[in-house]
């Protein structure tokens, strides 16, 4: 009876010992998993940043991209403004200088018609003398009476044309302004990606996606280990 008693003791340590051993390799399985769940979901979340990173970048750069094509499209409309503007400097010049020559008729002109009236011994009406020693000669300039005024009018639509032709300058030098200063903000955002090309950045990006993808399925196979 005594040796049956302590076999029968003896079994129960054995299967006690055996079942805390088995937990115990239970409980290791399970430490292991959440250690290798946890590094997934740190390796996740590494390539979730920098993919989104990248694609912050590629959007960056395909901006800089664009920013760059539109500053060489209006370099040269600026150039050509520039050259309307000295054109449209030079014909106002000219006319304002027809103006002054056809004003200068009139008043030769005037004094001519006023002069053509002097008696010698009476007043001038403009200065009161009775001697008119030097009277003035019409200059034979100004052909018509209306051309004063059409010259005027032309002076005012040069002055016109200069001022449009300034606004246009004016317009696409701050446009390439405002470009210049977003393609230094982007170059300084993209760093060294700013003269990649836009095809060599998108390749990374697709990379770091398909990463990011195989990173979640091995989360998922993890978890549900």
Known sequence: VASTRHAARTAARGESRGECEALERDLHLRRAAREELARA??????LSVA???LERDVKKRRELQAADAESRRLEPRLAQARREVEAALAALALGRDALLRLEDDWRK???AFLASGLVDGAPCPVCGSRSHPAR???SGGLRSP???ESAREEVRCRESG???ANVEAAAVEAALGRLADRRASLAEDLGPRAGRPVAEVERELAA???ALASAEEAALRVAAA
């Open 109 to 111: 002109e005037q004094a």
């Open 41 to 46: 979901a740190v390796r996740r979340e590494g």
């Open 136 to 138: 003035a000669v019409a």
């Open 208 to 210: 770091a996606a398909a």
């Open 146 to 148: 209306g051309e004063l």
């Open 51 to 53: 993919s989104a990173a």
């Open 162 to 164: 200069r001022e449009r």
